[in-house]
């Protein structure tokens, strides 16, 4: 009795979640590749699928022709006639090769009959070992490869989203995860700094993608997209899947703090309450899950002015002037919320400006009444030019020595109080020649000056720097708030403020924060 395959490809199938068709497929091509190599690459060959005997069964046909024979390949007429064979010039002879021990009769039988034309008998039992060997290894290839297209074609669609899984090993700093039928890696790129795990702990990750390599799919897991904050809050709050609080925006330094800006779509939904959640239970489970990092819970604002001051939170903003030609916009600020609204080495106005799309500068409140007193007696200063109108000019808009240097003397004469083209022309010039002293004395500034240049640094503040071995902006910047404090026993909070602006003259107030740091020092503010 033949053994059944329909059964085994049934079964495999249903267990393996793979097409039928295919392994049907896979198992016809591996007994015709068998039997060529048995029986010859010259010999036209057909392997075809029984499901009632669930049996590959293998056919040989002939070619009718009218010249010489060649047993197994062509007949000549004559001969085929004399065999009983009602054929033409032309035609294809179609005889199944009987290659399973059951069917020995039927051998016997075809042998007697067309031996002489078929020239199959040396070839059999050779073939019927080969074609079961044959069968086994196909259909476990065929079931290896078939799981591995399913596995890429499962999680290709879930590119983007979020899968649980438990760490298994290491491997040169990268993380295997199981996640049930195949491994995930986590490379070392995309681990978070602060985190680490041991095998057997369960891990949340999003998919970054799915690619092919020689053994198989390869699924990519990260912890730093922003997208991994995004998918927890949507699976968090039903309000996001339904649509009725949408994610505007989201910006993120991995490990440290998230900022993301929520909208609703339904007056009568509070975005930010429906992702904080009663008691704050929904926004404390996503932070449980991001291993205790910060989130800021932004209201959107399709006014960007309105955006960034909520981005800007938890610090108070006193006023904000917009300059949308360079898309930048001046943040004033109290004076005593000034490094809260910088965060730790700038990172809360980082993710503010990241967050909005908007550049942002901040000035304290002090700050911009000495820079407006600075301003005023600057324009003073030009010859001509009295404190009444240095104060006119300045509530009209003039801002700075270049603006009037630079000024048509027609425009300039029309401020109230100035006294013509002619005087306007004389303003214009003195202007001028004042920038051009100042472009001397700059180049002559000596280290003090400039470190009197950032914020936050008057005379006494300049002492205890000095004392404590700090003499050039450079020198500021280049050491932690922390250690500033310590070495020169002044506040941390005005510490941080110093080392903001030493790196805001030097250029370097967009670089990304150190994630390497103690996070648990963060700025005490309202992020959950």
């Known amino acids: 009795m033949h053994f059944n395959l329909d059964k085994v490809i049934d079964q495999i199938s249903r267990e393996k979640n793979i097409d039928k068709d295919i392994l049907v497929d896979t198992l016809e091509q591996a007994i015709l590749s068998a039997a060529k190599r048995v029986y010859g690459n010259d010999r036209t060959l057909e392997a075809r699928y029984n499901k009632e005997t669930g049996a590959v069964e293998l056919f040989l046909i002939l070619t009718v022709t009218g010249g010489t024979s060649i047993p197994g390949s062509s007949c000549n007429i004559e001969e085929a006639r004399n065999h009983g064979l009602e054929v033409e010039i032309g035609d294809e002879i179609l005889f199944q090769i009987y290659y399973h021990p059951d069917d020995e009769e039927k051998a016997v039988e075809q042998e007697e009959m067309y031996g002489d034309i078929l020239d199959l008998e ?36 879930r590119i983007g989203d979020i899968i649980n899984g438990y760490v298994r090993r290491f491997e040169k700093g990268n993380i295997r995860i199981d996640i049930g039928r195949t491994e995930a890696i986590l490379p070392h790129k995309e681990q978070v700094a602060s985190e680490s795990y041991r095998p057997g702990d369960r891990i949340t990750a999003f998919v970054k993608d799915v690619v092919h390599n020689t053994r198989g799919p390869q699924i990519i897991f990260s912890r730093r997209e922003e997208g991994l904050v995004k998918r927890l809050f949507e699976l968090e709050v039903p309000e996001i899947l339904q649509n009725i609080v949408s994610i505007e925006a989201t910006a993120r330094e991995p490990g440290s703090r998230t900022k993301i800006a929520v909208s609703s779509s339904d007056r009568d939904v509070d975005p930010v309450g429906a992702c904080v959640g009663l008691k704050g239970q929904r ?59 910088i965060g730790k080495r700038g990172q809360n106005v980082r993710l503010a400006s990241q967050l909005t799309g908007w550049k942002i500068d901040i000035y304290s409140e002090s700050k911009v009444l000495e820079m407006e007193y600075q301003v005023k007696n600057s324009i003073a200063s030009i010859e001509g030019v009295s404190d009444d109108l240095a104060e006119t000019m300045f509530k009209l808009g003039w801002r700075s020595l270049e603006e009037i240097a630079n000024a048509n003397p027609e425009e300039l004469a029309r401020i109230p109080g100035l006294g013509g083209t002619e005087m306007a022309t004389k303003i214009s010039t003195g202007a001028r020649y004042l920038l051009e002293q100042q472009d001397v004395a700059g180049d002559m500034m000596s280290e003090d000056e400039k470190l009197q240049e950032v914020q936050g640094i008057d ?43 030493a790196g805001k003259i030097l250029g370097h107030e967009d670089e990304e924060v150190d994630i390497d740091d103690d996070f648990s020092a963060l700025d005490d503010d309202d992020g959950f």
């Open 122 to 157: 040396k070839y059999r039992k050779t073939f019927g070992r080969i074609a079961a060997q044959a069968a086994k290894q196909v259909i476990v290839k065929r079931v290896k490869q078939a799981e591995r297209e399913t596995i890429y074609r499962e999680f290709k669609t």
């Open 459 to 501: 005379e006494d503040i300049l002492v205890l720097l000095k004392e404590a071995g700090f003499n050039t902006v450079e020198s500021l910047y280049e050491t932690d708030p922390d250690l500033l404090s310590e070495a020169t026993g002044m506040d941390l909070e005005h510490c941080k403020t110093i080392h903001y602006y």
């Open 283 to 341: 926004v404390q489970s996503i932070k449980t899950q991001l291993k205790g990092e910060k989130l800021d819970i932004i209201p959107y604002s399709p006014d960007p002015a309105k955006f960034v001051c909520n981005a800007i939170a938890p610090s108070e903003v006193s006023k904000v002037i917009v300059d949308a030609t360079t898309h930048t916009m001046e943040l004033i600020i109290p004076d005593d919320q000034l490094s809260l609204a």
